[in-house]
């Protein structure tokens, strides 16, 4: 019964007229929504409507949110939903904004059993069934047409949707099983290899923040598809396929369909 009153509200939600301003927002600042095609922008901003009535935004330590806010995160964090069964983040009800960078308490845990808690600045941090903390002048740093691979918004999102696969989020993304064993070898394999080359001090593709755990090595591969689509695809190829299939959408086609 709830489940079928929410897709009915969802579905009034997605039928409201885009306010043209607010297209132009998104369209000024996400890079990734200016590469989509016709249908796909049309989705795009049918999911950011709900996510907007779902989600509440707040700002602390004097931050103000305003639209241009909002809808330049929601439309991000969007992105990742693009082709797939959603249930807009299952357990993600709050995003809030600081003004710049912030500090969290951190835990180091050491083989021997030994935790190190203490301060660490961070630019964004995902709660699990808890809010994300996001900062507002690294938001800004996605805007533009960046090449490092560095997106905090799909960084911190993705973790959120890591947690809900299987709670609505894309929970038939593997039909098969030889798919599903697919995927997880090839993301074991990458995530290993990376580990030992940053033990060993070999440079690195992939930012070498993704060794810390694999849930941060799939929220830094998340990054590099989206941001670096082609550069992933030549260092990493398997990687980059398991990637399309996970998120049915092929980013480094996108940019090849560009006009000249």
Sequence with gaps: MFGWFKKWRRDRIARQPFPSRWRAIIEANVPY?????????VELLRHVRIFLAEKRFEGVQGFVVTDEVRLT???????????????????????????????SSHVERFDSGFELIGPETRLGEAWHRGPILLSWPDVQEAMGETTDGSNVVYHEFTHHLDW????????RIFDRRKDLKRWLEVLSREYLRLQKDVQRGRDTFLDDYGA????????????CFFEMSRDLRDHHPELYEQLKIFYHQDPAALMENLPE
Aim: charged share 20%; net charge negative; hydrophobic share 40%.
């Design 212 to 223: 810390e755990s694999p849930a941060e090595f799939f929220a830094v591969v998340t990054e």
């Design 33 to 41: 929504y200016r590469l989509l095609p016709g249908d796909d922008r």
């Design 73 to 103: 995160i929601a439309a991000m964090a969007c992105v990742l939903l693009l082709h797939r069964t959603t249930n807009y983040f299952s357990g993600l009800k709050t995003i809030i904004i600081y003004p710049g960078s912030f500090v």
């Design 164 to 171: 809900s696969v299987g709670r609505g989020e894309g929970s």
